[in-house]
């Protein structure tokens, strides 16, 4: 247990700092290569990866929307029943989101449009693994649906037997997904990017993966002609905020759903409390016993944090600096302390409120910054899968009206075409040639 | 001249071509000693930059609140009044920039919520040179204020006397800019990104500048402890769309209102009239002799390009290929061409809406994605002063309500700890224990 008062700020500093992400050399190169090969070679190279990483029988890269739907059909019932539940709430959450265009007229006939558009095409990524990922499926394609991308293209790598798993499927019948492609790493990130034979190219790229899927996003979007991305990416992480009232089996648990994601994830418990904190330790070693997930979360919970704060302001001032990923509130009043609570990436208010209801069905978005970039960068929602341009029209009247600013400001700057664009068309006017 | 249609679609592909940006190896490592230096070495490390390029005499980094007043004094009275109606124009479009949070019960019980809040602290670059730009300040500062960022850091290189121009103090103060320090390059990149001394770290960094500038921007953001940045550069770019009833004179000064810019800006005219383009050439000639800025529009417009297209629609499609930053409309019916233009960063419809309207005055904003980034960037707006989180609140209800389908889903993924996590709930609940 951390004595916050009791630490100086370089301590303070040390108590809440994440560990470094070392992007190796060796992996920057190794991810520069795949990018290269792919762009070189295409399909083939992507199906070579494919083939000695995933499913040694594959020949081609896309699934069919035959095959999708098919393979959808095999996902039991109740399951399916709760994959609707929350397709649902995520879809209404988002479509709240949609933003209006804007028309204003600035000065008397200038008139200034903001417009938002859907982005033509994005690339959904989803890890393969031990479990399927449905929920990442929809937190992607149901933006990408509600915005109405033109092309919603999936990769996902496929399993031993060149399919995918049916939770998938659903999920991306539910949202639409038409384009899905076998095929995941780093080789998946760069044909998405710059396009295959079988791939059309993408303009962003979207979704959680490994160090391979992590370098090759960012290395993508440094490029001309690569794809923009979501967001960067880190450890996922939470951080409890809990006074003596709380329940702690609750937070025990909260701080356990964190870690059984990786054994770098970070669970942090920040409490008033030094008896809440206490009884959480123990409810932790109770439940850990228990998990499937255990010797993951055992090893992310070596690195948990339980920080005793002199006060419920004082535990809010250490999230504040933190800047969780995730941040859940279990204290009396919660909702009180949102005024005061700065940075995060999506908050639970209040004991009924657990991480696991915004990661799977509430209807918020479950990708969000973490590693402190919930301090600069937003939880992904709808407007990242669009984009705002603006339109401009001056009447003869507004360049009557704005052209003398126009022309003193290109002055001022020195921009004598600038300036001369507005002098021509302001003679016209003079001559009374309106048209 | 170049005749679309003739052209086979690698020729096409060509013809829109933008020049290959070369971020070469040299300038990497230049850059990356300079921010490594600034880590290291703080305030003194950045005067010494600014003493060796900008102002030989500088020994502290910030300029004063009394003496940006006092400078900002030494404005010209027509052009402080010219400056106020652009101040006001791009106030009012980004005032209706406003977003609004969103609440929304997706589920009895379960409340989901979306809030916007200004990020705290913005770095604006101010590019230095010969002329000075009041412009881009207002561009940068009114969203920063418009949104309501906690601190607008500007920084700018010191010219010899080690002040700034009186244009840039007044529109930094009418942007209600109070820090603003003296310096520029990648130093002072560096030193809103990491923090100095007198410059506290900033969250994310705006603006226009040189390679060294862009170089640094794009390594800053790649850093966890760096900053976000507003968005990719590239060379400026306008394409203009006109009928053979368009002014040439009036199409000729727009495309050397981008050509003035800087040798690599690219300049391009697409029209279905022949007689439209070589008239424009003759007013491009006439009109070049003229400027004071001949030398850099001359190089610009050595790689001008004018294609002749078939009709006007053809002219749509070869605009939307390229995906200009600037387009210009001058067609009989211009605005009914919008909804087939997909992608530009800023769209100016008809005879009497110059490049210069946007780039001073009308209210829209001039910070653009260029280089064919209108493709999957948006224009900047208040937007990216802020950040987006979420909220979610579930009452005992909402987690009776949703709980089933959250444990179905979690226990579909092998995600033990977050169906415990509901799981632990439910049975409080079964017991009565609702609080």
Same mark, same amino acid.
């Given at each position: ?20 992400m ?15 090969t792919i762009?070189?070679?295409?399909d ?7 083939r000695?990483?995933d499913c040694?029988?594959?020949n081609s ?17 109740d399951?399916k ?26 000065t008397p ?21 031990s ?8 937190m ?10 033109e092309?919603k293209?999936?990769?996902t ?20 997904i038409?384009?899905?492609?076998l ?6 990130i760069?044909a ?5 034979e079988?791939?059309a ?18 290395q ?6 690569g ?6 990416a ?18 025990a648990?909260d701080?356990?759903s964190?870690?059984e994601h990786g054994?770098?994830?970070?669970? =942090?418990?920040?409490?008033? *409390?030094?008896?809440?904190i206490? +009884?959480t330790?123990?409810? $932790?070693? &109770?439940?850990? #016993?228990k !998990? ?6 055992s090893r ?5 944090r339980y920080?005793l704060?002199?006060?419920i302001?004082?535990?809010v ?7 969780p990923?995730?941040?859940i ?8 302390l949102?005024?005061?609570?700065k940075y995060?990436?999506?908050i ?29 960068y937003s939880s ?16 003869a009247?507004?360049m ?5 600013a =126009?022309?003193k400001?290109? *002055?001022?700057?020195?921009?004598? +075409?600038?300036?001369?664009? $507005?002098? &021509?068309r302001? #003679?016209? !006017?003079?001559?009374?040639n309106?048209q």
């Amino acid at each position: 247990m951390i004595n916050w008062s009791s630490l100086t700020p370089a301590g303070q500093t040390e108590a809440l700092a994440r560990p470094v992400m070392k992007n190796s050399d060796s992996l920057r190169v190794t991810v520069a290569d795949i990018l290269a090969t792919i762009r070189q070679q295409g399909d083939a190279a992507v199906l070579e990866y494919t083939r000695k990483f995933d499913c040694a029988s594959l020949n081609s890269l896309p699934l069919s929307v035959a095959k999708r739907d098919e393979l959808a059909t095999r996902v039991s019932a109740d399951v399916k029943d709760a994959l609707l539940v929350a397709f649902n709430n995520v879809k209404q959450f988002h479509e709240a989101q949609k933003p209006q265009d804007i028309t204003l007229t600035t000065t008397p006939g200038v008139v200034c449009e903001q417009r938002f558009t859907a982005l033509d095409a994005v690339g959904l990524y989803i890890p393969g693994g031990s479990a399927p990922l449905p929920s990442t499926v929809m937190m992607l394609g149901v933006p990408a649906l509600v915005a109405g991308c033109e092309r919603k293209v999936l990769c996902t790598p496929p399993n031993q037997a060149g399919e995918i798993a049916p939770e998938i499927a659903l999920a991306a019948s539910l949202c639409g997904i038409e384009e899905i492609y076998l095929c995941g790493g780093a080789q998946a990130i760069a044909a998405m990017a710059f396009g295959t034979e079988s791939i059309a190219k993408v303009d962003k790229i979207f979704g959680p993966g490994n160090s391979f899927v992590t370098e090759a996003k960012q290395q993508v979007s440094q490029r001309a002609d690569g794809a923009a991305i979501d967001m960067p990416a880190g450890p996922s992480e939470v951080l409890v905020l809990a006074d003596g009232n709380a329940n702690a089996a609750f937070v025990a648990s909260d701080l356990l759903s964190q870690a059984e994601h990786g054994p770098d994830s970070q669970a =942090i418990l920040v409490s008033d *409390s030094e008896a809440l904190i206490e +009884a959480t330790k123990a409810q $932790v070693e &109770l439940q850990l #016993a228990k !998990l499937s997930r255990n010797s993951i979360a055992s090893r992310a919970m070596e690195n948990a944090r339980y920080i005793l704060t002199g006060n419920i302001s004082e535990a809010v001032l250490v999230s504040n600096a933190y800047a969780p990923e995730h941040l859940i509130v279990q204290t009396d009043n919660a909702r009180e302390l949102l005024t005061d609570i700065k940075y995060a990436g999506s908050i639970f208010v209040g004991q009924w409120s657990p991480e696991s209801a915004g990661d799977y069905a509430s209807g918020t978005n479950h990708v969000l910054p973490t590693y402190g970039y919930a301090r600069n960068y937003s939880s992904l929602g709808l407007l990242d899968f669009m984009r705002r341009f603006t339109v401009q029209e001056l009447s003869a009247d507004g360049m009557r009206n704005l052209g003398p600013a =126009i022309m003193k400001l290109a *002055s001022a700057e020195g921009l004598d +075409a600038h300036e001369q664009a $507005v002098a &021509l068309r302001m #003679a016209e !006017l003079e001559k009374g040639n309106e048209q």
